[in-house]
């Protein structure tokens, strides 16, 4: 393990005097060191997973660093006054919990070099009991500052804080709490890093009229407003919050980044720093150690050689945006324009929308982070009979629509939702991030159907498209983060190329079987198919069907292998609430008595990439180990 080149024991606390709204200058002098000290470590670590290729948030906590450097002075002087946890609603901000937990010694300050890598403990979002140190767990935005109220209701006697952002705010429950805090008089105090930067853009281009401050007083709050990068102004804006009754927002005007000229002011810094732009701030800082050891850090992969895919592989999230733009590149100009509306949830970049953006602007929608008032929204769009919206999200933000779903399937809307970053494959941002619940999408009643979609490769999601893009009603359409190889035939073609027709409830058989079958879906298929090819190696003669729509029961397939000695379900969502859960009733009801088994997620992440695979025991040669036990 590397040796840590910024020497964390430099970090001194203040005394600092909240009744006293001027910052005297030798605690001025010993702040500035200390936010120094902070970013630059922060830069160093977090470009460390840019360096090993597992990406990371570099511009919220260095952004913040000053905030946090004061929190934590004033929890070490006044542990009584306050609750001592620098809340965040904002959990990619991680960086900030991961550098306080080595500061306080609860982990080594070498590994944070070791930011997001898998079993390291050091995951994409804080959690709660998996790293030492960490005192809360972040990660879905708006979801903080509620519970927070809570903390504060327990706490009558004692201040509370919340770091927020002008991101985070957008999320309609912070809403909810802002007007709690406010009938209650709790004593919550909102740090907001107001940087007009989110992921996909600037909020003041994006939603104009959007005011984080004027948002937050018109609820009741107190606002104190002041520079972020002003540490006398910042001080006395902390301290007067401090000073007054009740809750209170202080909100933090600065650029994001600021002072790292290549991502300064760009969506860009709400990512990880790019190595080359941390080298050229760490020699501009004289941490030539730090150079050294992110030139040395080397991506990692997992060898393994696939049989019955290729080795290309495509992101089928980006290629939801593809078939869509070049099915609406079918439809004249304005009628796409009167017949379709697409919204974002400043997410575009990573679910596909990007390219419908660029090609079928008349057909956009640029939105903020409202995942409910945006799905209802593209609903609402949907609801003449003759009009379709489209919603795009992470899959793990689908259990934060579910009511809207139940309104926009009750007033007959068609909407169409592509969720992302389905299952567990690459999400180094961890359990709160892992799409795995998504089969409460099917949450309808029995006379009202819901289709959900979940393509194995980039053709199979063009020909999903193509058939299901006018349907009717609520659909949805899952891709994962990971990219996906192609399924091939044994000829060495692709399964779902050339005259392959995608049918809605239709399954895919695979290969046929005589002893059993696998069931699986999406990211799964290239795994179980793997599995399956090598069992038939050895003789087992095992079938496996591709069940692309996941919520339909195929009468004829399920007939087929039902009438075989085993089958399994594998599959990366939760074990608990996924396919497997329901097949085995399917076959039950219909009389079919297979030894059955069912394979998915079933814990907390391990941060890293590919790894999570393995960590969820989905890998070929668990599934092929599942497989010779129901075999027996």
């Not at 999230?317 to 304005?334: M, T």
């Not at 980039?458 to 009717?472: G, H, N, R, S």
């Not at 008595?593 to 969820?616: F, S």
Request: overall charge negative; some cysteine.
């Amino acid at each position: 393990m590397s040796k840590f080149p910024i020497d964390l024991s430099k970090y001194t606390p203040i005394p600092l005097d909240y009744n006293n709204a001027q910052l005297p200058e030798d605690h001025k002098k010993t702040l500035l060191a200390n936010i120094k000290l902070a970013r630059d470590a922060i830069v160093l670590f977090t470009a460390s997973g840019a360096a090993r290729g597992v990406s990371g948030h570099t511009g919220g906590p260095y952004d913040t660093a000053p905030e946090l450097m004061i929190l934590h002075s004033l929890f070490k002087k006044h542990p009584d006054k306050f609750v001592p946890i620098a809340f965040d609603e904002a959990g990619h901000r991680v960086a900030s919990q991961y550098l306080l937990s080595a500061i306080d010694g609860y982990i080594p300050a070498e590994q944070l070099l070791h930011y997001r890598e898998a079993h390291s403990k050091l995951p994409g979002h804080p959690e709660l009991g998996l790293t030492p140190g960490v005192k809360f767990s972040s990660g879905r935005l708006g979801h903080t500052w509620p519970m927070v109220n809570g903390v504060a209701m327990a706490n009558p006697d004692k201040v509370v804080f919340c770091l927020g952002s002008d991101g985070s705010q957008q999320e309609g429950d912070d809403a909810e709490a802002a007007r709690l805090a406010v009938a209650q008089n709790l004593n919550v105090k909102l740090f907001i890093d107001d940087n007009d930067v989110t992921i996909a853009g600037h909020p003041s281009k994006y939603l104009p009229g959007y005011n984080v401050g004027k948002t937050l007083e018109g609820h009741g709050l107190t606002i104190f407003r002041t520079e972020g990068e002003n540490i006398d102004s910042l001080w006395a804006a902390i301290s007067a919050s401090i000073l007054h009754k009740g809750p209170a927002a202080v909100i933090v005007k600065r650029v994001m980044a600021p002072g790292i000229k290549a991502i300064e002011g760009s969506p860009h810094g709400h990512d990880v720093i790019p190595v080359k732009a941390a080298i050229e701030y760490l020699e501009g800082h004289g941490i030539t150690e730090g150079v050294s050891i992110l030139q040395n850090i080397k991506a990692t992969s997992i060898p393994y050689i696939f049989l019955g895919s290729s080795k290309e592989k495509e992101a089928n999230r980006v290629q939801f945006g593809e078939a869509v733009s070049n099915f609406l590149d079918k439809i004249p100009k304005e009628e796409a324009a009167k017949k379709v509306m697409v919204i974002d949830s400043d997410l575009e970049g990573s679910t596909g929308l990007k390219v419908i953006h660029q090609r079928h602007p008349h057909v956009f929608v640029s939105s903020g982070i409202m995942e409910r008032g945006n799905f209802s929204a593209a609903a609402g769009f949907g609801f003449e009979a003759d009009k379709f919206g489209v919603f795009s999200t992470f899959s793990a933000f689908l259990e934060m629509i579910i009511s809207e779903l139940t309104m926009a399937r009750l007033n007959n809307c068609n909407v169409l939702s592509h969720f992302s970053h389905s299952g567990v494959d690459e999400i180094a941002d961890n359990t709160c991030h892992f799409g795995v619940n998504s089969f409460f999408a099917d949450n309808g009643l029995s006379d009202l159907h819901s289709w959900l979609y979940f393509p194995a490769d980039a053709a199979q999601m063009t020909a999903v498209v193509d058939k299901v893009f006018f349907q009717k009603g609520v659909r949805f359409i899952f891709s994962t983060r990971s990219k996906l190889p192609w399924i091939l035939k044994a000829d060495g073609s692709k399964f779902f190329g050339g005259d392959y027709t995608f049918e809605p409830g239709k399954d895919d058989v695979i290969l046929e079987g005589k002893d059993g079958y696998v069931v699986t879906f999406g990211d799964m298929l290239h795994r179980a198919y793997d599995a399956v090819l090598r069992l038939r190696e050895k003789g087992l003669d095992v079938g496996l069907v591709n069940k692309s729509t996941i919520n339909v029961v195929d009468e004829a397939v399920i007939k087929k292998i039902g009438a075989t000695k085993f089958v399994l379900v594998a599959e990366s969502w939760n074990q608990k609430t996924g396919l497997g859960s329901k097949f085995g009733t399917w076959l039950l009801e219909r009389g079919l008595t297979p030894k059955y088994g069912y394979m998915g997620t079933t814990k907390e992440g391990c941060g890293g990439l590919g790894e999570q695979i393995y960590h969820q025991g989905l890998d070929p040669e668990s599934i092929m180990a599942k497989i010779a036990t129901l075999a027996q």
